[in-house]
């Protein structure tokens, strides 16, 4: 019997990338069928708190808010270390003064806002928009400073942008754990079986794409939004490793860390439910 499942992820290069063949079923997909939805992740995350989507990438900081329904899956996730989102202002301005500063961020539940509370450094207005918006925002002085994900960290120079504070360097230190930025939830009245099915479909599917990369690259380019293939690639290998095929006991402490951090600084207690399926 095909069972068919709503699958959303963002359209950046590691997502695509992951799920290439498993979207285009150049994999086994174990009388599975999934019907595909590319959106900004904070996008995601609201659709997500809707149970709009069977299964679906969202940010880490966002899991709190959506236990209740939804288990991690331990592969497709970003988690690692030398990845995480920059905060950026026209003038090399030194971290400490960024307290009272109006601070772009890409997303009220995304992680990278999240990080930004987390280290203390801001206690100033935060803007949200549309990631690809606060580069050009910042350098045209519409804020103080942004904090920026994805594909900024390789391109903010050629908007004029200074860095001020690497916010996964700054968790690295802290915690000595990888970052954990996304991850993959599916809906817990799915059942056990059907998680650890797609759990396994994600991780042929991320098998795929490195084994046939020129295959893949079409749809990864067609969803880049206009990115250079040199960003492309260097997006890809730094965002997909070893984490996004098995979180593993590491990236699975990672996620367990920075929710119960989460928590404390907004003060909501997390949902008494497993985590990852196979708790």
């Given at each position: 019997m095909t069972h068919r499942l709503k699958l959303g992820y963002s359209p950046c290069p590691n997502d695509t990338f992951i799920f290439y063949a498993l979207a285009h079923r150049r994999i086994d997909l174990d009388a599975l069928r999934f019907t595909v939805s590319l959106a900004d992740v904070e996008v995601l995350n609201h659709q997500a708190g809707d149970r709009l989507l069977d299964v679906t990438k969202v940010s880490v900081h966002a899991v709190l808010h959506l236990l209740?329904?939804?288990?991690?899956?331990?592969?497709?996730?970003?988690?690692?270390?030398?990845?995480g989102p920059l905060v950026v202002a026209r003038q090399p301005i030194p971290a400490d003064d960024l307290r009272d500063k109006t601070v772009a961020v890409p997303g009220a539940m995304t992680t990278a806002h999240l990080l930004l509370g987390l280290t203390g450094l801001h206690r100033g207005k935060c803007v949200v928009m549309p990631f690809d918006?606060?580069?050009?925002?910042?350098?045209?002085?519409?804020?103080d400073a942004g904090v920026i994900i994805h594909e900024g960290r390789f391109t903010y120079g050629s908007f004029g942008l200074n860095l001020v504070l690497d916010l996964g360097s700054w968790w690295e230190k802290t915690t000595g754990l990888p970052l954990p930025l996304g991850g993959i939830l599916i809906r817990r009245d799915l059942g056990r079986d059907l998680a650890r099915r797609v759990e396994a479909l994600i991780r042929s599917s991320l098998l795929f794409s490195r084994r046939f990369p020129e295959e893949a690259w079409p749809y990864v380019r067609e969803n880049a939004r206009e990115m250079e293939d040199e960003v492309m690639r260097r997006h890809i290998e730094m965002f997909v490793n070893e984490f996004s095929l098995d979180a593993g006991v590491e990236g699975k402490a990672a996620v367990r860390y920075m929710l119960k951090a989460a928590?404390?600084?907004?003060k909501l207690a997390v949902p008494a439910k497993p985590l990852f399926w196979d708790d």
């Open positions: 209740d329904h939804y288990w991690l899956l331990g592969s497709g996730g970003a988690i690692g270390r030398g990845c918006r606060i580069m050009p925002a910042v350098a045209q002085g519409e804020v928590s404390e600084y907004r």
